[in-house]
């Protein structure tokens, strides 16, 4: 496994103690604050940390496979789902928190079960669709909102609102694209690698 598929098996593993920093801070969680009472008023910060790092292991993961030519079907099926995964974490976790209304996590996750049938299918048909730039542009923007719904910010509520809805128009954007550029897949198995 060379290092790309290595930092996003890294990103899937970060989402585990993500979660757990996420919901410790919850009412519920009364175990969690009992062991780790003493960082309880900077959880948010701690999971914040972790989701920074889990993201920036997109970025690096990228770069890395490009430049010394280790792109892999298995980073190209796998980066994306890790992104998936994190992220969709990351929004189920704000609800529990009441920072996002459901309607836009609902959106934000049925886009990405859409976009994993089409790649189901495609895969079928020995098809690999890697990620365009409108679902790159897509995932930055998710990663952004996350990270400003988690700092919980009052002077940046705002900004925090602006970003969701940049989030939500560039969901759906990326999804009509996705759609239109790989329509094939579902006719005759044959479409855009």
């Known amino acids: 496994m060379n290092l790309p598929n290595k930092l996003t098996v890294f990103r899937v593993i970060l989402i585990v103690p993500f979660v757990l920093l996420m919901l410790g801070g ?17 959880i948010d910060y701690i999971a914040l940390a972790v989701f920074i790092i889990a993201s920036l292991t997109d970025l690096l993961d990228g ?40 309607w836009v996590v609902i959106i934000i996750i049925s886009r990405e079960f859409i976009i994993s049938g089409f790649r189901l299918i495609a895969s079928d048909n020995d098809i690999v669709i890697a990620a365009s730039y409108w679902g790159k542009f897509k995932t930055v923007f998710q990663m952004i909102m996350v990270c400003l719904m ?11 609102q602006i970003v969701m809805w940049a989030a939500v128009v ?24």
């Open 26 to 42: 919850c009412n519920e969680w009364h175990w969690f604050s009992a062991l780790f009472g003493g960082i309880m008023e900077y």
């Open 63 to 102: 770069k890395i496979a490009r430049k010394y030519n280790l792109v892999t079907n298995f980073g190209k099926f796998m980066d994306p789902l890790a992104d998936k995964l994190l992220v969709c974490s990351a929004l189920i976790c704000l609800i529990e928190m009441d920072r996002i209304p459901a």
């Open 150 to 160: 988690i700092a919980d910010i009052e002077v940046l509520s705002v900004l925090t």
């Open 170 to 193: 560039l969901t759906v954007v990326s999804l009509i694209d996705y759609i239109a550029k790989n329509r094939d897949v579902i006719k005759d198995g044959s479409g855009v690698k």
